[in-house]
């Protein structure tokens, strides 16, 4: 009977410890992100109209933007999953696929424009370099752009998030995507 009671007990400290483990973890994405409210704000909350099918309108640019990196979902108040890498051609046909299944009601996605994916970055924060309130759970990683750069290797601008930079990338290596329609 004894060796029952400690086995339970280790069970439930164990549990305990799991738990605390995954809402420390849970948490973190919302601690790290650094804002310095001395700064101007580049892409202030008041600039996008939250829609309810899990997008945003940019009303400065005019372009509708997928609130969440694809590969996660809008559950109705937050995005959810995990938001996947892809490389340069993968990412032009994962933004197809958005097409054919008229995601938000549109057909008219594409990957951004290297100056309209700079239009996001919040360039009062880092880590990552975004409006969490408007784009929840942006990882702080490259994300791919349309923008084509000349070279011997196949190669295509991306913005790195974690400080909002523009960086030249191999088609071939993997970055995230995050989508946007209109002209």
Known sequence: MAAIERFEKVDVMLR???VSLLLG???LPAVAQKC???KSATAPSKQFKINDNGTVTDSKNKRVWLRCGLGMSWNGSSCEGKTLSYSWAAAVEAVNELN???VAGRSDWR?????????????QCFKPAINLEVFPFTPESGFWSSTESAGVNPRAMMV???HGQEYVANKSQN???RPVAGK
């Open 36 to 38: 310095d409210d001395s």
């Open 111 to 123: 990957l951004p424009r290297l100056p309209e994916l700079q239009s996001i970055v919040e360039k």
């Open 16 to 18: 305990s410890l799991l």
């Open 25 to 27: 973890i849970l948490a």
């Open 175 to 177: 970055w995230r995507i």
């Open 100 to 102: 054919a299944d008229k």
């Open 160 to 162: 790195l998030f974690i």
